[in-house]
């Protein structure tokens, strides 16, 4: 089994910046793929950014720019910075994981953005 952790959620004003982790642990030999995803209230989950053991990342486009993904693969724990941030940016986020072939999900922490 493997659980994802996450932490750094919060209110913060347009223009601000959060940085979220995510720390993996139990099963997880094989740990490839890191990333974070994003739910807007009453909307699809998105991905917000991914980034692999080598440290290659991919970003969504509305955020390109503005976030940074990173892990300390030392730490088995990813990492999102959020610059700039803006109010359309409010949602729960999630920690993803993949682990050989499957995919792990943390609890969630909510990120609001106020104007």
């Known amino acids: 089994q493997v659980q994802l952790v996450e932490s750094g959620g919060g209110l913060v004003q347009a223009g601000g910046s959060l940085r979220l982790s995510c720390a993996a642990s139990?099963?997880?030999?094989?740990?490839?793929?890191m990333g974070w995803y994003r739910q807007p209230a009453g909307k699809q989950r998105e991905l917000v950014a991914t980034?692999?053991?080598?440290?290659?990342?991919n970003y969504a486009l509305s955020v390109k720019g503005r976030f940074t993904i990173s892990r300390d693969n030392t730490k088995n724990t990813v990492y999102l910075q959020m610059n700039s941030l803006k109010p359309e940016d409010t949602a729960v986020y999630y920690c993803?994981?993949?682990?050989?072939?499957?995919?792990?999900w943390g609890q969630g922490t909510q990120v609001a953005v106020s104007s």
């Open positions: 993803n994981a993949v682990v050989v072939l499957y995919m792990y």
């Open positions: 139990g099963s997880i030999f094989g740990l490839n793929v």
């Open positions: 980034i692999d053991r080598d440290g290659s990342t």
